[in-house]
């Protein structure tokens, strides 16, 4: 049987009425067309953000959505995440017409969410030691608040680059903070807890219209 080469949408929904909804991009490969799935690393990495996000939002109806890829890798030209990205905020649109969107990416799916994030319900992007190559858009990011984060010993990808970025979008987002998280690589798990925190606390105060919290 071939595999089904579709994009995924999981959405864990509080017992409230859903007045938010924070969107969770997961990581990949350069080059893969390999057919993602729930159980790979990089979608695994997502799940405790999943957990943290829907227990500090529970009671202010924030819903936790995870996106699964067609494929592994972003493929060139093809950015393949893109249009998978892109397929479930307009299916998050269908079923909860206007409410915000967060979206909380990492690695490639922070390349993504920034990518995507001139819909225009999204109202803040979380990037977790994104892969940033150099001469990535902007425009997107006009009128949101972005959150970047990168672990100081992170061989993966590129904390100059991310910083760099960051620089770069204060000019055209409404709000950038870049947090540098010492000690900590690609993979977040050394200290889990600094990730966490962070990414509930900007989502909550991207939702709720408190002014951006300063990390430096």
């Given amino acids: 049987m ?17 007045r938010a909804v924070a969107v969770l991009l997961h990581g990949g490969r350069e080059h893969s067309r390999e057919p993602a799935t729930a159980r790979q690393p990089a979608p695994l990495r997502m799940e405790p953000f999943a957990l943290v996000l829907r227990r500090a939002g529970r009671r202010r109806g924030l819903a936790v959505a995870t996106v699964g890829y067609r494929v592994r890798g972003w493929n060139g ?14 299916e998050l649109h269908d079923r909860h017409p206007g409410v915000p969107l967060v979206l909380v990416g990492h690695s490639m799916g922070g390349r993504t969410a920034l990518r995507v994030a001139g819909h225009p319900h999204v109202h803040g ?7 940033l190559p150099a001469g990535e858009p902007l425009e997107q990011l006009a009128g949101r608040r972005v959150l970047l984060m990168h672990g100081t010993d992170d061989r993966t990808t590129s904390p100059k680059a991310t910083r760099a970025y960051a620089e770069r979008a204060r000019s055209i987002a409404a709000a950038v903070q870049y947090l540098a998280v010492p000690g900590d690589n690609h993979a977040m798990l050394r200290r889990p807890g600094r990730w966490h925190r962070a990414v509930a606390a900007f989502t909550l105060d991207c939702l709720t219209g408190a002014p951006a919290p300063s990390w430096e």
């Avoid at 992007?125 to 892969?131: D, T």
């Fill in 125 to 131: 992007v979380a990037a977790l030691a994104p892969w």
């Fill in 2 to 18: 071939a595999a089904d080469l579709s994009p995924r949408l999981r959405v864990h929904s509080p017992r409230s009425p859903v």
């Fill in 77 to 90: 030209a093809e950015a393949s995440p893109v249009p998978d990205a892109q397929w479930a905020l307009r």
